[in-house]
């Protein structure tokens, strides 16, 4: 049975990063506002057990189970998609992970988020329509025979599954939980 070790060292190098780059980001943005502003401590650990719940369900024994049985891995694509999900949009790690980056990248990377084709692609896909249609179609998708039987058969479209489903269940807890308070590059929505 496969252990959080046995984990691809790519997966295990994401996590880590993610998990070091928000936590930069909460040291940084506290030291300069105190803590517990402007990212609450109980965002910071709906961040944590967001991860937390990613990893298990990437990089714990449950993987290496998935593979076997089919009452596992739906318990590791619910995971992902309905208790990590939420957590991270309701950890804001967009806004963490800003405090982290260089100044001259984050300027570069506000500049592209405010351009009007990202904007106007991020308004349409975390609209909650559109978002539970991306969420709808990858799980009906990935459940067909073809790509069903293909990402069991290879890992790296095995992979690709978990991406998707993590990337539309993000976009539609976003649109639920995140919508009405932050835009990507930072600004409030909120009128």
Known sequence: MRTFGDAGPWLLGLLALAALAYAIGIARLWR?????????RGEALRFALGWLVLAIALASPLDALADRLFCAHMVQHELLMTVAAPLFVLGRPLEAWAWAMPAGFLRALAALARAHPVRGAWSLITEPVPAWSLQAIALWAWHAPVLF????????????QHACFLGSALLLWWSVLGRGSRRPDGASIAG
């Open 32 to 40: 300069n506002a105190g803590a517990g502003r402007g990212i609450r």
């Open 149 to 160: 039987d293909a990402a069991l058969g290879s890992e790296a479209v095995h992979v690709a």
